[in-house]
């Protein structure tokens, strides 16, 4: 599975972004799907979480609580693609955004439960 974000840049804070993951080599309807986050010096965190699936049915999710009603991820099995969009950026939201794949089930909220990663884009926010 090769995972590919885009969608990072420079916003200030209150801006919103939408970032994207782009999955491919195999199909991606029964897999839970995610995003981290990480600064220098910190590790790997959890943002959110949303579950795999029939399209048309109903995803869970889950969510940090520090972004909970700003975030909101959301996917396509169409398009084999899973969102953040993210709304009233803070300048602590800055950081490098990954994308994360898993044929695991349940709450998965840490990094070593996924098994494929994106390469990260990088979000910035400006105060």
């Known amino acids: 599975v090769q995972l590919v974000e885009s969608g990072g840049g420079l916003v200030q804070a209150g801006d919103s972004l939408r970032l994207s993951c782009a999955a491919s080599g195999r199909p991606m309807s029964n897999v839970a799907m995610a995003w981290f986050r990480q600064t220098p010096g910190k590790e790997r965190e959890f943002v959110a979480t949303?579950?795999?699936?029939?399209?048309?049915?109903?995803?869970?999710?889950y969510y940090t609580d520090s972004v909970k009603g700003r975030f909101t991820i959301s996917r396509d099995n169409t398009k084999s693609t899973v969102d953040l969009q993210m709304n009233s950026l803070k300048p602590e939201d800055a950081a490098v955004y990954y994308c994360?794949?898993?044929?695991?089930?349940?709450?998965?909220?840490?990094?070593?439960?996924?098994?494929?990663w994106g390469q990260g884009t990088q979000v910035t926010v400006s105060s």
């Open positions: 994360a794949a898993t044929t695991n089930s349940g709450r998965l909220f840490r990094p070593s439960e996924y098994l494929y």
């Open positions: 949303i579950s795999g699936g029939v399209s048309g049915t109903y995803y869970t999710t």
